[in-house]
T-cell receptor, first 114, second 114 residues
Framework: GAGVSQSPSNKVTEKGKDVELRCDPI?????LYWYRQSLGQGLEFLIY????????KSGLPSDRFSAERTGGSVSTLTIQRTQQEDSAVYLC????????????FGPGTRLTVT | AQKITQTQPGMFVQEKEAVTLDCTYD???????LFWYKQPSSGEMIFLIY??????QNATEGRYSLNFQKARKSANLVISASQLGDSAMYFC???????????FGTGTRLQVFP
């Protein structure tokens, strides 16, 4: 079946612009996660959704970052007034339920802020 | 405090040999899970193996096994009979029982040579 998909695969934007990154989880998966991977670094947790609710937003680095999930499916991560330090690969993962050991990752969106 | 530590930035192994990738962790939660992921140059994160803190036996998945030493707080990944396709970044991660997010180490780059 279809895996986690993310769009766009690559995004180049100018400093100060807003960007939206999209994640389509595996159908039926109730849990959805966003992570960020900066160059040469491990993954950094951003936010977790269970259904449409976000019980854990502790990883969002600033109020320029926000995310929503609608219909218990698609999620959008929005970064306002982008900065060069926002350049990274943004990865989305989904799980069939919370606290499952199965977290399936998408291919990521590579964001470059110039 | 860093919760997941991978001290080997890079490792080399000859094809068909076994290799151990180190991972130590720190938590005060008695309930936790430990994960290993593989990230090839294509960028996708591939789940390899999982070990729960209450599991009595070390986890195994094909050529992958997790050497879980609870008292030492280590969760090393052992890859037997290395293959050229095993060349990739390997990340150790932990989930504490009361949260849903994964905390990742900085990774080890494994290179398998003929």
């Amino acid at each position: 079946g279809a895996g986690v998909s993310q769009s766009p695969s690559n995004k180049v934007t100018e400093k100060g612009k807003d960007v939206e990154l999209r994640c389509d989880p595996i159908s039926g998966h109730t849990a959805l996660y966003w992570y960020r991977q900066s160059l040469g670094q491990g993954l950094e947790f951003l936010i977790y959704f269970q259904g449409n609710s976000a019980p854990d937003k502790s990883g969002l680095p600033s109020d320029r970052f926000s995310a929503e999930r609608t219909g218990g499916s698609v999620s959008t991560l929005t970064i306002q007034r982008t900065q060069q330090e926002d350049s990274a690969v943004y990865l989305c993962a989904s799980s069939p339920r919370r606290a499952s050991y199965e977290q399936y990752f998408g291919p990521g969106t590579r964001l470059t802020v110039t | 405090a860093q919760k997941i530590t991978q001290t080997q930035p890079g490792m080399f192994v000859q094809e068909k040999e076994a290799v151990t990738l180190d991972c130590t962790y720190d938590t005060s939660d008695p309930s936790y899970g430990l994960f290993w992921y593989k990230q090839p140059s294509s960028g996708e994160m591939i789940f390899l193996i999982y070990q729960g803190s209450y599991d009595q036996q070390n986890a195994t998945e094909g050529r992958y096994s997790l050497n879980f030493q609870k008292a030492r707080k280590s969760a090393n990944l052992v890859i037997s009979a290395s293959q050229l396709g095993d060349s990739a970044m390997y990340f150790c991660a932990m989930r504490e029982g009361r949260t849903d997010k994964l905390i990742f180490g900085t990774g080890t780059r494994l290179q398998v040579f003929p």
